[in-house]
């Protein structure tokens, strides 16, 4: 036979009796608590108060975690919908969305510390991803620059070419050849 639980006369009171010890004992001592039970009629044990709480605090934070979560992901629908009008967004916009994040991540590490790390792991995350778009458009303004240069040595290379291609024409005299390359220059 399975021994009951030394918490369970606690458990089957009303959820508002429940409530009500759960306030009393934030206030007062264990023994206390225990004691006020027993002036109100109900006794129980230090160690039954004890699970008693621990099992209430417990729950109290999954639902508090619970909702948290639902409102993350209430929050989560309305980025991806502003998302959704705006694909690219300015990286200012992002920063302001990572700060809110990253504080309700650390809001709730108090009860949860892997949530601590996971707060760190999504900065690092991010600021990695900010830091690569950064390069990626300094590389851009980088490639640009350096087509630029190239257009500019193509563009300073041809008439060169077209003189090398004047004198090398066999079948233009001299004379020619010098005409040629005045007008490869302008100097008609």
């Known amino acids: 036979m399975k021994k009951p639980r030394s918490d369970g006369k606690l458990r089957t009171l009303p959820e508002s009796r429940q409530v009500a010890i759960v306030e009393y004992s934030s206030n007062h001592s264990l023994e206390q608590t225990v004691k006020w039970l027993l002036d109100d009629g109900l006794q129980t044990s ?43 967004p300015a990286v200012e916009t992002l920063i302001k969305l990572h700060r809110v994040l990253t504080f309700q991540l650390t809001r709730h590490a108090a009860a949860d510390p892997e949530l601590l790390t996971m707060a760190d792991k999504f900065t690092k995350t991010v600021l990695g991803a900010f830091a690569t778009q950064n390069n990626a458009g300094v590389d851009g303004q980088k490639l640009a620059l350096e087509e630029r240069r190239v257009s500019v040595l193509e563009e300073k290379a041809a008439p060169a070419d077209e003189t090398e291609k004047a004198l090398g024409d066999v079948e233009l005299t001299e004379e020619e050849k010098a005409q040629r390359i005045r007008e490869i220059y302008g100097r008609v």
């Open 46 to 88: 230090s160690s039954a108060m004890s699970v008693f709480l621990e099992a209430r605090r417990e729950l109290e934070l999954q639902s508090k975690v619970l909702t948290s979560i639902s409102s993350a992901a209430e929050q989560c629908r309305e980025v991806e919908q502003a998302f959704a009008k705006n694909p690219a």
